[in-house]
């Protein structure tokens, strides 16, 4: 079993995220993406199955699945899927045909040996795709076949039919209900214990809701989604930390950068000001897993199009804000760049 510290990792890495399950009071739980792939000749008559690894120290067990593994935090499903092909099965991902059109998505929900006490959901992602070559892959013979990942374990897979599969088990339907029930869970201080917070570290709080700045309200509610957070310093000070990521987002093929040119708010106001799109960053949310909320909550582009660079920009800013008076503000920024895929 692994310690706190490694779950703390996890989130920190954007390996796992911890959520809470809405049909349950305060119920927190581990989430871990997968994708899995439903790959299959170019007829669709059968479908690639995994049903043994063999580890390097000659070890076997059954394994019965379909070809699948963890999603990195800057991966979209397109990335992972082509992953899964390049290193579990040696195949070039040329060879094979995607529909992300159609990406089934399924919760399953399991205790963790990892984290004894500690539920974890797989949020998987199952991908429709064909092989258009018979190299390498037991075609056109349907035979099994075998390929070595780079950590030394071999995977053993066999053509069956939908049928075949679902006879031996295999999971290959989205089952149970499509709507998530997984919500973010609430971190910082509400109103009562923020007031208490600074008075015990002389601020004063009388300031706050009066001639433009925030109300200790609209402060407790910021903290709470993770918007912003407190951090005292060695020497006492406390600061306001702001985590934003902001995403260069590049068009290869017309040489143009996505700009953010106006914003209009429910009310009708409207501002006109040139800006690189942008995120606060919430204290438990990976940086990558924040530039995709970007990309499908406020572009609406399927993260499937785009390509995330691993290379991360870092700004930091300090700077006194009328919002928290009495409070230094420091403004930390990632700086992300994607590339649009063409033809995606």
């Not at 996890?10 to 994708?35: C, F, N, P, W, Y």
């Not at 992300?100 to 974890?120: I, K």
């Amino acid at each position: 079993a692994k310690g706190i510290e490694q779950l703390a990792k996890e989130v920190e890495t954007g390996a796992s995220r911890l959520m809470l399950d809405a049909q349950q009071h305060k119920k927190l739980v581990r989430v871990v993406d997968i994708v899995v792939l439903k790959l299959r000749p170019s007829d669709g008559s059968r479908l690639l199955v995994e049903f043994k690894e063999q580890f390097p120290d000659g070890r076997e067990r059954e394994t019965l699945r379909l070809p699948g593994t963890k999603k990195e935090p800057h991966e979209n499903a397109r990335q992972t899927s082509e992953r899964i092909l390049r290193e579990m099965m040696n195949m070039d991902p040329s060879m094979v045909s995607f529909d992300f059109t159609a990406v089934e998505r399924q919760e399953e929900e399991t205790d963790s040996p990892s984290f004894p006490g500690v539920t974890t959901v797989y949020r998987k992602e199952l991908v429709e795709c064909k092989v258009a070559t018979t190299e390498k892959v037991g075609l056109p013979a349907m035979s099994q076949w075998n390929a070595t990942d780079p950590q030394g374990n071999t995977k053993f897979f066999t053509w069956l039919t939908d049928a075949e599969a679902e006879a031996k088990k295999v999971k290959l339907k989205v089952q149970g209900s499509h709507i998530s029930t997984l919500v973010r869970a609430p971190i910082g201080l509400d109103e009562e214990a923020l007031k208490e917070y600074l008075v015990s570290h002389s601020i004063d709080v009388k300031k706050f809701g009066q001639d433009g700045t925030k109300s200790l309200k609209e402060f407790s509610s910021e903290l709470i989604k993770g918007e912003t957070r407190l951090l005292q310093v060695s020497s006492g000070e406390i600061l306001v930390i702001t985590e934003v990521v902001m995403l260069i987002l590049h068009n290869p093929e017309s040489k143009e950068t996505l700009v953010q040119t106006a914003q209009m708010w429910p009310d009708g106001k409207t501002s006109h000001q040139a800006r690189i799109p942008g995120a606060k960053r919430r204290p438990d949310e990976n940086q990558f897993l924040c530039a995709r909320r970007i990309l499908k909550r406020q572009l609406e582009i399927d993260e499937n199009a785009v390509r995330i660079s691993q290379d991360v920009g870092y700004i930091e800013e300090d700077r006194s804000s009328k919002g928290y008076p009495g409070l230094k503000t420091v403004y930390r920024k990632r700086v992300i760049k994607g590339e649009v895929i063409p033809n995606a």
